[in-house]
């Protein structure tokens, strides 16, 4: 079911505004006016055209996996909130500060890939095609970027969350699309994500054709799974008794299916939940009233479990010397994963390398 989003039709007249901003810009680019750079390695581009949580980073995750095998994968992404400048090349003991939560993850999970997080993509591009040829990448995957028309990707995947699609959606500040549903024509394919499992192939059929594509562009639906508890500081295993007080924490965009998923896994559990803005910082008040809680709830001799996103732990994990062992030994995050719907994605990974194989044969035809 889509979620009716709230919205005051006073902001109307800037969304109008903003959307000839837009507009204008696309115009220029277009025409040329403002050049764009078309890299030399093929460039996947993983994005969305509205604010907020759509599944970027897994999917950026699983596009590695799913390519690793059979090429050597590097990732540019800007490293939205991090406390650094310019262009960085990420390494194993980069932390979340350096080189932003999201590409902190990534690297987490896929440490064998080349990252590098700059603003400015076009150089960072440049640098990854500059190496040398035994670690220069023979794929590229633009974390986010489908918006900033500097760069060309030859693949542009764009992401819309099953319940907050594009097509029910409105010009910022009315909604959330930072762009024009005319940008859908320019990519490749739409993922949908964030798709209940329990939607059946009709249903399918009959949302994507809300999505409005040509012939030629691709549609695949995609869901998440949630993996069990793991501890963040020690190698306990996740452990609850009757007595046990779980509460969820996090700072994402889209918090509710977090909560969610963890409300059916553990039903039956007293549970608290505390919100934060996406890509919270999280500071020494933050962690004392997480303290309180345990306090709180030992008092009343209850036991309790934090549990919160990987992206959360991605920055807590580098703050132990401000984290009591209070917090330490029950503190625990939920690795999740992506995965298609139907069988869905072996035909997506079929996609991807035909429009790769595509590049590598225009660019062995040329003189």
Same mark, same amino acid.
């Given at each position: 079911? &889509?979620?009716?989003?709230?919205?005051?039709?006073?902001? /109307?007249?800037?969304?109008?505004?903003?959307?000839?901003?837009?507009?204008?810009?696309?115009?220029?680019?277009?025409?040329?006016?403002?050049?764009?750079?078309?890299?030399?390695?093929?460039?996947?581009?993983?994005?969305?055209? /509205?604010?907020?949580?759509?599944?970027?980073?897994?999917?950026?995750?699983?596009?590695?996996?799913?390519?690793?095998?059979?090429?050597?994968?590097?990732?540019?992404?800007?490293?939205?909130?991090?406390?650094?400048?310019?262009?960085?090349?990420?390494?194993?003991?980069?932390?979340?500060?350096?080189?932003?939560?999201?590409?902190?993850?990534?690297?987490?999970?896929?440490?064998?890939?080349?990252?590098?997080?700059?603003?400015?993509?076009?150089?960072?591009?440049? @640098?990854?095609?500059?190496?040398?040829?035994?670690?220069?990448?023979?794929?590229?995957?633009?974390?986010?970027?489908?918006?900033?028309?500097?760069?060309?990707?030859?693949?542009? *995947?764009?992401?819309?969350?099953?319940?907050?699609?594009?097509?029910?959606?409105? &010009?910022?500040?009315?909604?959330?699309?930072?762009?024009?549903?005319?940008?859908?024509?320019?990519?490749?394919?739409?993922?949908?994500?964030?798709?209940?499992?329990?939607?059946?192939?009709?249903?399918?059929?009959?949302?994507?054709?809300?999505?409005?594509?040509?012939?030629?562009?691709?549609? @695949?639906?995609?869901?998440?799974?949630?993996?069990?508890?793991?501890?963040?500081?020690?190698?306990?295993?996740?452990?609850?008794?009757?007595?046990?007080?779980?509460?969820?924490?996090?700072? *994402? /965009?889209?918090?509710?299916?977090?909560?969610?998923?963890?409300?059916?896994?553990?039903?039956?559990?007293?549970?608290?939940?505390?919100?934060?803005?996406?890509?919270?910082?999280?500071?020494?008040?933050? =962690?004392?009233?997480?303290?309180?809680?345990?306090?709180?709830?030992?008092?009343?001799? &209850?036991?309790?479990?934090?549990?919160?996103?990987?992206?959360?732990?991605?920055?807590?994990?580098?703050?132990?010397?401000?984290?009591?062992?209070?917090?330490?030994?029950?503190?625990?995050?939920?690795?999740?994963?992506?995965? @298609?719907?139907?069988?869905?994605?072996?035909?997506?990974?079929?996609?991807?390398?035909?429009?790769?194989?595509?590049?590598?044969?225009? =660019?062995?035809?040329?003189?």
């Amino acid at each position: 079911m &889509l979620e009716k989003q709230k919205r005051s039709p006073i902001l /109307a007249p800037f969304a109008f505004l903003y959307g000839r901003g837009v507009a204008v810009r696309n115009f220029l680019f277009s025409k040329g006016y403002i050049t764009s750079y078309m890299p030399k390695i093929p460039t996947i581009c993983v994005g969305n055209i /509205a604010v907020g949580g759509t599944g970027k980073t897994p999917m950026v995750e699983f596009l590695i996996k799913k390519l690793s095998d059979s090429y050597r994968v590097a990732v540019v992404s800007r490293g939205y909130k991090r406390t650094t400048h310019g262009m960085i090349v990420a390494t194993k003991n980069s932390t979340a500060k350096e080189i932003g939560d999201e590409p902190r993850q990534i690297l987490t999970n896929c440490p064998n890939i080349t990252l590098v997080v700059d603003g400015n993509r076009k150089r960072a591009l440049t @640098f990854l095609e500059e190496l040398p040829i035994s670690e220069r990448p023979e794929v590229i995957i633009m974390d986010d970027g489908l918006q900033h028309r500097k760069v060309i990707p030859h693949v542009r *995947i764009l992401l819309t969350a099953f319940h907050t699609p594009y097509f029910s959606d409105k &010009l910022l500040p009315w909604g959330n699309l930072r762009e024009n549903l005319s940008a859908v024509t320019n990519v490749d394919c739409v993922v949908v994500t964030k798709t209940p499992l329990s939607i059946s192939p009709i249903e399918l059929k009959l949302y994507a054709r809300k999505l409005h594509l040509f012939e030629n562009q691709k549609c @695949f639906f995609s869901a998440i799974y949630y993996g069990v508890p793991k501890a963040l500081f020690t190698n306990a295993p996740f452990c609850v008794s009757k007595s046990t007080v779980i509460i969820a924490f996090a700072g *994402i /965009a889209d918090v509710q299916p977090f909560f969610d998923a963890i409300d059916k896994a553990y039903p039956s559990y007293v549970k608290e939940y505390c919100t934060y803005p996406d890509h919270h910082n999280y500071k020494k008040t933050d =962690l004392k009233y997480l303290e309180s809680l345990v306090t709180k709830f030992q008092s009343k001799n &209850l036991s309790v479990q934090f549990i919160t996103t990987q992206k959360d732990a991605e920055k807590l994990k580098h703050m132990s010397s401000a984290i009591s062992p209070l917090i330490q030994n029950v503190l625990f995050y939920i690795p999740i994963v992506i995965d @298609f719907l139907g069988g869905s994605g072996e035909k997506f990974c079929n996609f991807i390398e035909q429009k790769i194989s595509s590049f590598e044969q225009d =660019l062995n035809s040329k003189p």
